[in-house]
């Protein structure tokens, strides 16, 4: 938590200074506050997983921090392509502002040798800045809970086109596949998965309109795009896309 006062001391003191180095993690401010701890973080995994490896997602509930995030990669290309990408997306209606972070994690440090402790570094800095090299376990490493819920609410029934007409929603593939149109049918997803996640990966592709999912059916979607070519591109793009280690699995739905 240190490391997150010292990114906001940074922010204010360099806000008209020099550029930031480019490093593995990006800072994330303006961030919904009404969202859950455990489902921000759950999200931000989820949402920027695809521009590459994750070490770790920070957050923490103090109101000094919250609205705010940082997102660990495991090279400094990933973190970038992730800001050239993502900053001013709209995340919980609120547009993300991204940018590298000012300080190094714990994580980085310990993997690249120049970590110190935290207690330790400031006792240091008030007798001078001397240095020591004393060993010290980081117990107060977070780590990710699990999310506690489906997010968001589903559309009236009778507007949610399933397949397999009023038999509902099969778990299984159907046998005979829908033909190409405008709507896919998205399955094996986490039951916590919430629209925003599905919203943050499927409205990068043209035509995107929206996410609908249905609360008593939990681990399904329905993605709708203006036309089927723009849904065809999503669904060769993202099929096979892992959400918590779990492949999703992307048709065309029934009408």
Do not use: C
């Amino acid at each position: 938590m240190e490391m997150m006062m010292q990114e906001e001391a940074a922010a204010a003191a360099n806000k008209a200074g020099s550029e930031v180095t480019p490093n593995q993690t990006i800072y994330i401010n303006n961030l919904n506050e009404k969202v859950k701890l455990d489902e921000l973080k759950k999200s931000l995994n989820t949402v920027f997983s695809r521009f590459g490896k994750i070490v770790e997602v920070l957050a923490f509930k103090t109101l000094k921090h919250k609205g705010q995030a940082w997102v660990v990669f495991d090279n400094p290309e990933s973190a970038s392509n992730a800001i050239s990408e993502m900053n001013g997306y709209r995340f919980y209606d609120k547009p993300m502002r991204i940018q590298f972070a000012k300080t190094k994690s714990d994580v980085i440090a310990k993997a690249d040798g120049t970590f110190v402790p935290r207690e330790k570094r400031k006792r240091q800095e008030e007798k001078g800045g001397k240095k020591k090299k004393e060993q010290h376990h980081d117990s107060t490493r977070m780590a990710m809970p699990a999310y506690p819920g489906v997010y968001g609410s589903a559309p009236p029934l009778s507007q949610v086109p399933y397949p397999g007409g009023g038999g509902g929603v099969k778990s299984n593939l159907p046998e005979a596949p829908a033909p190409p149109n405008n709507i896919l049918f998205v399955q094996h997803l986490p039951h916590d998965t919430t629209p925003e996640i599905l919203q943050a990966l499927f409205d990068k592709y043209h035509g995107f309109k929206e996410v609908r999912m249905v609360a008593a059916k939990p681990g399904i979607a329905f993605v709708e795009f203006a036309d089927e070519m723009q849904s065809t591109v999503a669904m060769h793009g993202l099929e096979g896309f892992t959400i918590q280690q779990t492949p999703m699995r992307i048709t065309y739905a029934k009408k």
